[in-house]
């Protein structure tokens, strides 16, 4: 549930991956922030390091300009915020994130009443005050919310383009400027959390997967501040991981993990100890499986 906090939030914007660490660090000490704890305001000021693999830019711009909802669709660490923040700056508009999960209400994305004061104010979701200022709003793993959270969002992607507010019996248009964006990853899907097809078909869909090495290797390399040899070695060792999938990795390498191994390379942690940290234990708790991942290692990282 989203909850009043008592604070600005300090956002933070980044790429590689999806939102780690940053190059460059955005303030906003907006009273909106304060009252939220899983969604914030982002003024996207400087531009984000993000190299276009395909046309995905393009096709973005096409969305806005025709005012279409779009969905990325990728695994984690793959790049989607990273993209999204970087659309925000080169589109000049604020992007208001959420991070959905399971306890995410409908309350909580359009807002309500709270007592202020001894007075009872009606405070805008993020989704509402996105609407009222044409932000982009981000609902960042869609799949982790309620169905019946997700049914709000519908009235928005049509050519509509209208959000009811039901407790005020306010109805709000949203301005051009206003741009509804989801993403989920395909590989998490299950019976019981998945996207209905309903919500599905009412976006334009980008693919998001792991760049091509000579990509991710730029980006590795940028990201951590390695050589670019080093950089090479664990994008090398990024696409020998990935082919474990018929092994039992559910979840492969991604590039965030990649250049988290590469921070600490730089900040002088042995490369294969690195590797151990940042790449082998978070993708995975089955020994067998940590064991081909650090073989892997080891012959990357041959001494």
């Known amino acids: 549930m989203l909850q009043a906090s008592t604070a600005g939030l300090s956002t933070r ?3 590689g991956g999806d939102d780690q660490g940053a190059r460059e660090d955005v303030d906003v000490e907006s009273p909106v922030n304060a009252r939220w704890t899983d969604a914030q305001v982002t003024e996207v000021s400087e531009e984000p390091f993000y190299l276009p693999v395909r046309d995905e830019v393009t096709v973005f711009e096409a969305a806005y300009a025709r005012r279409l909802p779009v969905m990325l669709k990728g695994p984690t660490g793959a790049g989607k915020t990273r993209f ?15 991070a959905c999960h399971d306890d995410l209400t409908a309350s909580d994305l359009l807002g309500r009443y709270l007592i202020t004061g001894g007075e009872t104010v009606w405070i805008d979701g993020p989704l509402t005050h996105a609407v009222r200022i044409g932000a982009i709003c981000y609902l960042d793993e869609i799949v982790e919310a309620r169905k019946d959270t997700t049914v709000v969002i519908h009235p928005l992607t049509d050519d509509r383009r209208r959000l009811r507010l039901e407790k005020t019996g306010e109805l709000l248009v949203a301005p051009p400027e206003f741009m509804l964006v989801i993403s989920y990853n395909p590989g998490y899907q299950s019976l019981t959390k998945n996207l209905k097809p309903s919500t599905r078909q009412r976006f334009v869909a980008i693919d998001f997967d792991f760049p091509p090495p000579d990509l991710e290797i730029e980006i590795v390399a940028h990201e951590s501040g390695v050589d670019r040899e080093t950089a090479r070695r ?16 559910d979840e492969p390498a991604s590039t965030r993990l990649l250049v988290y191994a590469g921070l600490l390379i730089h900040s002088g942690i042995a490369p294969r100890r690195a590797c151990e940290l940042a790449i082998a234990a978070p993708i995975s708790d089955d020994p067998a499986v940590r064991e081909a991942v650090l073989d892997l290692v080891a012959t990357v990282f041959a001494e």
Do not use: H, S
């Open 84 to 98: 999204l923040r970087y659309m925000a700056w080169r589109l000049g508009r604020p992007l208001v994130t959420v």
């Open 234 to 249: 664990l994008v090398q060792l990024g696409g020998l991981i990935r082919n474990l999938r018929d092994a039992g990795l």
């Open 13 to 15: 914007a980044w790429g």
